[in-house]
């Protein structure tokens, strides 16, 4: 299984930022996919999920209105659109099937 994500930078607070992970070595569009996050000094934690059909979604409560998760089964990929970014949202984000994790991307939100 290989996820490899991307997308990850710095952007002032109410910009946007799109994250990829691009997945391979498994039947992705058969997966639930998700995106956790994990700030400095805190524990992981969960920030969306999709079901394979992409049908189905499900956000934390912090997130919920500002980030958008979908994916292209066509192309193996998942997505996340981040809006009205916080300063509270500076993480490593990382994309992840219910047993394996990419090795996470970057995002800092600072003036």
């Known amino acids: 299984v290989r996820l490899v994500e991307s997308g990850g930078g710095l952007v002032q607070p109410g910009g946007s930022l799109r994250l990829s992970c691009s997945a391979a070595g498994f039947s992705f569009s058969s997966a639930s996919m998700g995106w956790s996050r994990q700030a400095p000094g805190k524990e992981r934690e969960f920030v969306a999920t999709?079901?394979?059909?992409?049908?189905?979604?499900y956000y934390a409560d912090s997130v919920k209105g500002r980030f958008t998760i979908s994916r292209d089964n066509a192309k193996n990929t998942l997505y996340l659109q981040m809006n009205n970014l916080k300063p509270d949202d500076t993480a490593v984000y990382y994309c992840?099937?219910?047993?394996?994790w990419g090795q996470g991307t970057q995002v800092t939100v600072s003036s």
């Open positions: 999709i079901s394979g059909s992409g049908g189905s979604t």
């Open positions: 992840k099937t219910p047993s394996n």
